[in-house]
């Protein structure tokens, strides 16, 4: 089989070739004849991509969400969709509490201080995690991971999920709620849904007034979770005294501000590029670039499950398929 393998550095392409039967041909471009393409979230495999890969027959994406990837489309055509259903659960988690702590304790604004020589302590003060509630939105693999964590500080947790699983909940102490309930009792909410047509601006306008005064919002999950409008707005206003994120709506236009710039066909796209800057401007605001799953031991889960989503398509028995 032909293998396309999208957005990977040098080591990464090393370790999955090393993983896949060298009999198989390998090619970081979507040519009309490749049988297997592997992409992570930034390639978006639309109807138009698709008709341009007739003989398409496996996507293996490396990543849990396959938002970026027209699963309908492939269906129609028959081309198999697999992912990577855990590889980060304690990674993402843990990546959610480095931002909690920047926020709680400042660590951002005092290092740039420190940076430019002032060592004065009028601004930073923070607050204490213990006995603080936690509002977890989502409480799947990392949800959880993300639970048992804050009960360590010694955190109240509330979660809301469609899905309850009240043997977890009785094990790690913590309350399921409504969503409306959660975010207006939290001091810190943390987002772990999914990304999909029914979580689309989960936090939005609607509802964003409905949060705990001067709760920090935490997004380690996907963009589209949150209104971007009404992301600003509440940090305006004073209902966020911060966010912490790990990923933007619309964070690629972030990322191609320069080509987006010179589209005048999509002013949405460039109003919510504006928003975003805005956003990231703020004191009150830590971002780090769609990095929570980023640690070697991760991306290395990441990789050996791509590997065997590939060996059991090619052994006819595919694993980890999206239905």
Known sequence: MKIALLELNEWE???LRARIDPAHEFTAALTGDVQVVSPFIYSKLTADVLAALPKLKLVTTRSTGFDHIDVAECHRRGVTVCNVPFYGENTVAEHTFALILALSRKVHEAFVRVRAGN?????????????KTIGVVGAGHIGLHVIRIARGFGMKVLAFDLRRDNFMAEVLGFEY??????LGRADILSLHAPYNRHTHHLINSGNIAKIKRGAILINTS?????DTEALLKALETGILAGAGLDVLEGEEAVLEESALLGDKTNPELLRRAIQNHLILKKPNVVFTPHNAFNSQEALERILDTTAGNIAAFAAGTPQNVVR
Do not use: I, M, N, T
């Not at 709620?177 to 959660?182: K, Q």
């Not at 996907?222 to 949150?226: A, E, M, N, Y």
């Open 177 to 182: 709620a409504d969503l409306d309930d959660v």
């Open 222 to 226: 996907r963009g589209g979770l949150v």
């Open 119 to 131: 060592f004065s302590l009028d601004g930073l003060r923070g607050f204490d995690l213990k006995d």
């Open 13 to 15: 392409e090393q370790y």
